[in-house]
């Protein structure tokens, strides 16, 4: 047993989304694609005698998180560090059940494989509705495009050959859970649209125009992020909706030029590692 393991697993935003539910949460999931950050969540695991959650040096009930414990019978201590907004649209509750999926493994010799962590992690986050694509494309990192649902055995990955500079703003939370276990007809069907537009041209510059499509066909714009679009667009620059929150993001300077203050990060080259 190992006294500390730490792991970085980069956030996850996601551009478009259609929604695959199945009973066995190993198939279910989402097809869509996003851009992993270098922003994301650090996460560190120690030996304990009962299991302790610590996001940002608060303790916190992360339903994944302690699923992830119990299915690898680790009683550890959890300290999550994130550089990205929680509950707007980052993948917090995916990277923090992956970042202790792969330091559990280490602190307790359980011994299992990547693809082993990324099921059990991905099962957790499908299993609380707090994410139905975020883990397996942050375990892949780059711009992955999911072709088919679900953990590595079930899903199908692909991506796009490239790399950006990433600018976000926030404007607060919306609850992932409320709107993936709510009617996704509407939803799914431009996701899938979204999807083919973006296989049949694999460029950053139509991921983005599938994005904001996606988001203005599903209905899922807020007013703040309606807005933050127009206004990077009336300085030529790409923006769109982080799915599902209440943020936007921009390819390049595009917030930076419309006068907004954006985080600022890039794609991050590769997926969830340890450190």
Not at 39 to 60: R, S
Not at 71 to 91: C, D, H, K, M, Q
Request: charged share 20%; hydrophobic share 45%.
């Amino acid at each position: 047993m190992r006294e500390e393991v730490t792991a970085f697993v980069p956030g996850h935003i996601t551009g478009f989304f259609s929604a695959h539910p199945d009973d066995d949460p190993t198939k279910a999931g989402s097809r869509g694609a996003g851009l992993t950050l270098t922003d994301g969540v650090e996460v560190t695991v120690t030996p304990a005698d009962e299991p302790q959650i610590v996001l940002d040096g608060e303790p916190a009930a992360i339903e994944p998180v302690e699923t992830v414990l119990e299915t690898l019978e680790a009683p550890a201590r959890v300290e999550a560090e994130t550089s990205v907004p929680i509950g707007a649209g980052f993948g917090v509750s995916g990277a923090a059940a992956l970042g202790t999926a792969l330091a559990t493994n280490l602190v307790y010799d359980r011994k299992l494989s990547y693809n082993e962590l990324v099921t059990i992690a991905h099962g957790a986050d499908v299993q609380a509705g707090t994410g139905l694509g975020d883990v397996v494309a942050q375990a892949s990192g780059g711009i992955p495009i999911r072709l088919e649902p679900g953990a590595p055995g079930h899903n199908l990955l692909d991506g796009i050959p490239a790399r950006a500079r990433v600018e976000y703003v926030s404007f607060g939370q919306l609850s992932t859970a409320d709107i993936i276990t709510g009617d996704t007809d509407q939803l799914s069907a431009a996701g899938k649209e979204a999807l083919s537009l973006v296989v049949k041209e694999p460029t950053l510059l139509s991921f983005m125009y599938a994005s904001r499509r996606f988001a203005r066909e599903a209905e899922l714009l807020t007013a703040d992020v309606k807005k933050a679009i127009q206004d990077v667009a009336a300085v030529d620059g790409q923006a769109s909706m982080a799915m599902l929150g209440n943020t936007v993001f921009a390819l390049g300077t595009g917030l930076s030029d419309a006068g907004y203050e954006p985080s600022i990060c890039a794609t991050h080259p590769a997926g969830a590692m340890l450190k």
